[in-house]
Structures are given as structure tokens and as C-alpha cells.
């Protein structure tokens, strides 16, 4: 009859989860998605709350918004995620970016 090592499982558990982590953050990484991408994405969020109160507002956004965003940002890189930080006209929008969404934290 053989007995289990309990050391034998405690070294395959901790090397799944060694292994699940590793892989965890490298596609955490390599899918964090470019600031470019953050600046199309927030020039869309905020033409559409633009165009319901001012149509010439959503106007000047096609045409100089990415700059005008990419100027008012702030960026956190934190290896596996970004945080973004765009101030506009005394408003904020403050957004974690990672496996290539954003995901707003707060609106103000």
C-alpha cells in the first residue's frame, strides 16, 4: 500500500500556483492596453455625454479631441495595469486599463 507524500503535494501545489501566477501576470502585461488606445476610447465616452448637451462641443472634439485628451491626461503605469486620470473642464474621469478594457472607477 503506498502513502501519499504530503511533501510531495505541497511542492505540485505550490508549483501550479507559482505557474498559474506567472501566467496571470505576463498576460496581464502583454495585454494592458496602449494610451493611444485610452485616447479613442475616452474621445467616444465623452462625445456622447458631449452631443446631448452641446452639439459644437462633440464638433471640436472630432477634430482636436485625442490631442486634447492625450494633454489632459495623467498615467500610472503599474507593470500590470494603468491607471488613467483625464481632467476636462473641472470634471475627471478616472479608469484602470487592463487585458484591453477600460473600466471607469469614478466619474466626477
Do not use: C
Request: aromatic share 14%.
Amino acid at each position: 500500500m503506498k502513502y501519499l507524500n504530503i511533501k510531495h503535494l505541497k511542492k505540485k501545489g505550490f508549483l501550479i500556483l507559482f505557474t498559474s501566477l506567472i501566467f496571470l501576470g505576463s498576460t496581464m502585461y502583454l495585454t494592458k492596453p496602449a494610451d493611444y488606445e485610452y485616447d479613442e476610447w475616452a474621445l467616444e465616452l465623452i462625445s456622447e455625454r458631449e452631443a446631448e448637451e452641446n452639439p459644437l462641443k462633440e464638433v471640436g472634439l472630432q477634430l482636436l479631441g485625442e490631442k486634447i485628451i492625450a494633454d489632459n491626461t495623467f498615467v500610472e503605469d503599474y507593470f500590470f495595469l494603468k491607471v488613467y486620470t483625464t481632467s476636462l473642464n473641472d470634471k475627471e474621469l478616472k479608469v484602470i486599463g487592463l487585458y484591453n478594457n477600460f473600466i471607469p472607477i469614478s466619474i466626477k
